[in-house]
Structure formats: structure tokens, C-alpha cells
């Protein structure tokens, strides 16, 4: 069976940094791009990024590029996001979500993890 | 970045019912539409993409349709189980989201 499961998430202060993992299992890792979305609670749905199977390819969103980094280690199944210089509107749930290719829909999800950058 | 207008941004309805909710892009987008359903403390779940192709495992009571830049996810024969908010998404470029909307069964 197909799963994404998320880890990483917590509190941290605005300025700071916290690095989130997504671990995959049930299909062949290497073969599909990934992406990170977010949520803000209440709120809707924002891509963050996305990575290529190979991780040759990587693409950001304007309100995190600079600031957050995607990666991949496909010996471990695992998928990253590097958060840092945190701000108060990166407070979210992150989802990873495996994606058919290059910006396209998304069909499977983690549960994601809660992410509250706060003082 | 491509606006996705999603409307109604909520909606009552009854067990039993046919309710269509609609997306409007903001610009020419072909067929590169999906929807997603999200209850409340889960993750989203796919329902349509390519405007009008059922995920594999969703009831045949939810379909997709477009016309022009308006795409349409109508769901029939409304049961209990429905009540979640729904997400329409672009991926003609980069992807957004429709603002989404709530569904509640009476």
C-alpha cells in the first residue's frame, strides 16, 4: 500500500529554521517527482515545491524561493524541505504529495505535519 | 499566476441531492484541472483530474465537465459520508488552488 508520512514539524521561532521529512513507501520512490504544499490552518491549499525523480529538477514558489530548499534521497525513499528564515505566514501544515510529473495534480498525500513559526 | 475563482464558497444540501460546485480560470487552461476532497483533520484526496477523469476507487457520483475556462464538479446522489470541503487545482502552470468550498449535509 501506497504512503507518505511527514515528520519534522514543531515550534520555532520566527528567524529560525527546521528541516521536514517525508518517508515513502509502497511505490517506486525514484520514479515520480514530489512536492511539499502547505496549509495555514483554516486556510487553503499553496504548492511550496517540487522535485524531479532524479532530483535534477527543482522549482519553488515566490513566497518561499530563497528561504526553503527540496531534496530527495531515493536510497532512503525520503523527501526534505529545508525551512529557513521562518516567518509568522509559514505557520501551516506541510503535505508532501506525490505528483505524476512536473507541475501536475497530486494522488496520494501525507497527513502532513504542523509547522508554527511564533515568539 | 493563474486565479482560480471557485464558487460557492459553502453549501447546504440533503441526502440524495446533485450539487455542482464551479471554478472559473483566470485565463485559458486547457484541461489541466483537478479536485480534491478534504475532511476535516485528513489530508486532501483526489477525486477528478484532466478536468473529467475519475480517480481510480471514486464513486461514479462524482464527475468533472469544463466549458471554456469554467470547470464544473458535480457530485449526484449526495450521502452523508460528502460532507468535507472541496478544492479545485490548475496545473497548466505552476499549481494553485481554488479558495475551496463547504460542503454540509443536512
Known amino acids: 500500500e501506497m504512503q507518505l508520512v511527514e515528520s519534522g514539524g514543531g515550534l520555532v521561532q520566527p528567524g529560525g529554521s527546521l528541516t521536514l521529512s517525508c518517508a515513502a513507501s509502497g511505490f517506486t520512490f525514484s520514479n515520480y517527482w514530489m512536492t511539499w504544499l502547505r496549509q495555514a490552518p483554516g486556510k487553503g491549499l499553496e504548492w511550496v515545491a517540487d522535485i524531479k525523480g532524479d532530483g535534477s529538477q527543482r522549482h519553488y514558489g515566490d513566497s518561499v524561493k530563497g528561504r526553503f530548499t527540496i531534496s530527495r534521497d531515493n536510497a532512503r525513499d525520503s523527501l526534505y524541505l529545508q525551512l529557513d528564515s521562518l516567518r509568522d505566514d509559514d505557520t501551516a501544515f506541510y503535505y508532501c504529495a506525490r505528483a505524476g510529473g512536473r507541475a501536475t495534480y497530486f494522488d496520494a498525500w501525507g497527513r502532513g505535519t504542523l509547522v508554527t513559526v511564533s515568539s | 499566476a493563474i486565479r482560480m475563482t471557485q464558487s460557492p464558497s459553502s453549501i447546504s444540501a440533503s441526502t440524495g441531492d446533485r450539487i455542482s460546485i464551479t471554478c472559473r480560470a483566470s485565463?485559458?487552461?486547457?484541461?489541466?484541472v483537478a479536485w480534491y476532497q478534504q475532511k476535516p483533520g485528513q489530508a486532501p484526496k483526489l477525486l477528478v483530474y484532466?478536468?473529467?477523469i475519475l480517480q481510480s476507487g471514486v464513486p461514479s457520483r462524482f464527475s468533472g465537465s469544463e466549458s471554456g475556462t469554467e470547470f464544473t464538479l458535480t457530485i449526484s446522489r449526495l450521502q452523508s459520508e460528502d460532507s468535507a470541503t472541496y478544492y479545485c487545482q490548475q496545473y497548466y502552470s505552476y499549481p494553485t488552488f481554488g479558495q475551496g468550498t463547504r460542503l454540509e449535509i443536512k
Open positions: 484532466s478536468a473529467s
Open positions: 485565463q485559458g487552461i486547457d484541461s489541466y
